[in-house]
């Protein structure tokens, strides 16, 4: 017996000092404040206290990356950054949860009602720009550009079914005639081949964009209520998985953020997308200067009352909107790849913060 | 060898007893049992492989360029050549050790009261059908309820979503588990044990303490370490419950108050928080946060196989 107890006690003993280690601090890797960050904060280094950012997991690597460089500059503030998603992400954010709240949409009429129930105030930055890229497989060479009246046909409510791109033909020619053209030239009819659609799920601040920005107009110019897409389609939250499904049929359809387009060229191929002033090619330029029609912009909403509690929380959103701190967007070694704001509207939405 | 056969059946069949007895080598249908069955076996294995070079050909960057950097970084979802996996680890070992502390005693204590003490009745019988029920329920469905449970009404005592919450949540989600395989292992004490203690005027809590656990006490070790590599897996009830997935950086905490107030991540969290990236970078870097995942479960489930062989009593 005595020897048993004793392996316990030794057994315990390994486990303990896990234990003792498993609430280590890692200010360890901290410590690297180079004098190129002097621009963070009044008093360098000493401010203190913690942050809470949650939200769109879209925004969420942007967000993560400045705060990795505000920590660094700022060992003693403690930032929690994570991204279950951007209505998820306002939940927190009126219940008094987070300081900070990512968002890859702008905040929705019934949130920002909770919002004001609960009593807090926000101000809303624009950081960033995502573009949409409606993408099929780079085996595709039958397709080069759909119209918005071209993806109402193939996606819209009425889609359900059609699982042939001909299949969408007839209707297209009708839309068109109603539409008038004022949301593209449509591009039937469409080629005889299977049409397998995989895209973002309701879940996903992905799917809410391209609704709004693609369907949301024709919706209101046909008059009728319902703007979401055909629901017969593969839906997954994961950029990746939908990434590989369209990559998986010769003849797929879907939608996805632009970034993601840009690392799997050789799988699949971006369409041109005519929202109405013709066919324009996705890139960097043509989002970041609005010609490319499906695109979103990309925010943070900071919390005023948790603003007046918290020095570190101004300094974090300061250095946010710094040149150093909007370098992390771009698509170069290291970074965010998104497209950064314009001159005119980064100096805008510093004006916003300033204004608060 | 002649085999003696009752008249009746004549002499074909001591024939095919014979051919039967001696003549394996016919046994047609036995052999393809017996390929098949090892067809299975050799399947299972294959995947087995093929999962593990899958994963060490995905993490080789990673494992070959900056494993020791890649062990002692933070989580970092934003940039792969510096995420890492040092506070996932330590998160799950704190995870591990919050159940540990939690759910053992409690589940050991729910079993010997439903294996010595409960008897036969029908609310005992109930009991146990709803905790085998229990162990079937979804991960997810745990989440939920520690996220109503420790995170929203009890968040004063446990800091809200702190690691804490998580442990609890992972407790309950373990519990059912430990009560089953530990209630297994004390059924599974020879009944005349008991009886010897009894006999020799032992009380009922005398011969449960020392002799029914001591002889029960391999299996329920081995039950609750495998327990706990299945909690250290768990990511979904994490999620729900505040597992930080992009960035965890703790400032001038204390251990104590990062521990009570702040946020915690773990192995599968960060797993899935790499995996939702995107480009060859961060596929490298879920590969091998993977293979440290499983690496960590092998050395728990390595340690219950040590104390199951230590305490392993024969009678």
Avoid at chain 2, 176 to 187: D, F, G, H, K
């Amino acid at each position: 017996m005595t020897r048993t107890r004793w392996t316990l006690a030794a057994a315990l003993a390994v486990v303990l000092p896990l234990a003792a280690c498993g609430g280590d601090d890692d200010s360890s890797q901290a410590p690297s404040t180079d004098a190129t960050e002097a621009s963070t904060a009044p008093v360098e280094g000493s401010l203190e206290g913690s942050i809470f950012i949650s939200g769109s997991s879209t925004v969420e690597p942007i967000t993560a990356a400045v705060a990795k460089l505000f920590s660094d500059a700022n060992p003693n503030v403690a930032i929690q950054v994570e991204g279950p998603g951007t209505g998820d992400g306002f939940a927190k954010f009126c219940a008094g949860e987070t300081d900070v709240s990512n968002a890859s949409r702008k905040i929705k009429d019934e949130e920002a009602a909770t919002c004001a129930d609960a009593g807090i105030e926000y101000v809303e930055l624009k950081v960033a720009i995502d573009g949409l890229s409606v993408i099929t497989s780079a085996k595709n060479s039958a397709v080069e550009c759909l119209s918005f009246t071209d993806l109402w046909a193939l996606l819209g409510p009425d889609a359900i079914g059609r699982n042939n791109w001909s299949d969408a033909s007839d209707a297209a020619v009708e839309l068109d005639a109603t539409l008038a053209g004022k949301f593209g030239k449509i591009h039937a009819p469409y080629p005889d081949a299977p049409l397998t659609v995989t895209a973002p799920g309701e879940e996903s601040g992905t799917f809410d964009s391209f609704v709004e920005i693609v369907f949301g107009k024709i919706a209101k110019e046909l008059g009728i209520e319902d703007d979401a897409p055909r629901p017969d389609y593969t839906a997954s939250p994961n950029d990746n998985v939908i990434i590989e499904g369209i990559a998986a049929n010769d003849t797929s359809l879907g939608w996805v953020g632009f970034a993601f387009v840009e690392e799997n060229l050789d799988v699949v191929k971006p369409l041109q997308v005519d929202g109405g002033n013709g066919c324009v090619e996705p890139s960097p330029d043509s989002i970041a200067s609005g010609d490319y029609p499906v695109a979103r912009s990309l925010y943070i909403y900071i919390s005023k009352s948790k603003l007046a509690d918290s020095a570190a929380l101004a300094a974090f959103v300061d250095f946010y909107l710094t040149d150093e701190g909007m370098s992390v967007i771009g698509t170069g070694e290291g970074q965010v790849p998104y497209v950064p704001l314009a001159a005119a509207d980064l100096e805008a939405t510093r004006a916003a913060w300033a204004a608060r | 060898m002649s085999i003696a056969t009752p008249d009746r059946f004549g002499a074909q069949s001591a024939a095919s007893l014979t051919e039967r007895l001696t003549g394996a080598r016919r046994d047609v249908r036995g052999r393809i049992v017996e390929w098949i069955l090892l067809s299975a076996l050799g399947l299972s294995l294959l995947i087995l492989v093929a999962l593990v070079v899958n994963l060490v050909d995905r993490a080789w960057p990673v494992l070959d360029g900056r494993l020791g950097d890649f062990l002692s970084s933070g989580l970092d979802a934003s940039n792969a050549a510096e995420a890492g996996v040092w506070q996932a680890i330590r998160g799950t070992l704190t995870l591990a050790i919050i159940v540990a502390i939690v759910a053992f005693p409690l589940g050991i204590a729910c079993a010997i009261y439903l294996e010595e003490y409960a008897g036969q009745s029908r609310i005992a019988r109930l009991i146990r059908i709803n905790v085998r029920n229990l162990a079937g329920v979804p991960s997810i469905v745990y989440g939920i309820l520690g996220l109503t449970i420790f995170v929203k009404f009890a968040g004063g005592l446990t800091g809200g979503r702190t690691v804490i919450a998580g442990g609890l949540t992972l407790a309950t989600l373990v519990l059912p588990v430990v009560i089953i395989t530990a209630s297994e292992a004390l059924r599974a004490v020879p009944q005349s044990i008991r009886e010897g203690a009894l006999g020799v005027g032992a009380t009922k809590w005398e011969a449960v303490r020392s002799h029914v656990l001591p002889s029960a006490a391999p299996g329920i070790l081995t039950g609750t370490v495998l327990a706990l590599s299945r909690a250290a897996g768990e990511a979904a009830p994490l999620l729900l419950v505040g597992g930080i997935t992009g960035l965890l950086r703790t400032g001038n905490q204390s251990i104590w108050q990062q521990i009570t107030e702040g946020g915690f991540t773990s192995m599968p969290v960060a797993i899935f928080s790499y995996a939702r990236q995107t480009g060859a970078d961060f596929q490298a870097v879920t590969g091998a946060a993977s293979l440290i995942l499983l690496v960590l479960v092998i050395i728990i489930n390595g340690l219950a196989i040590w104390l199951r062989n230590r305490f392993e009593s024969r009678w």
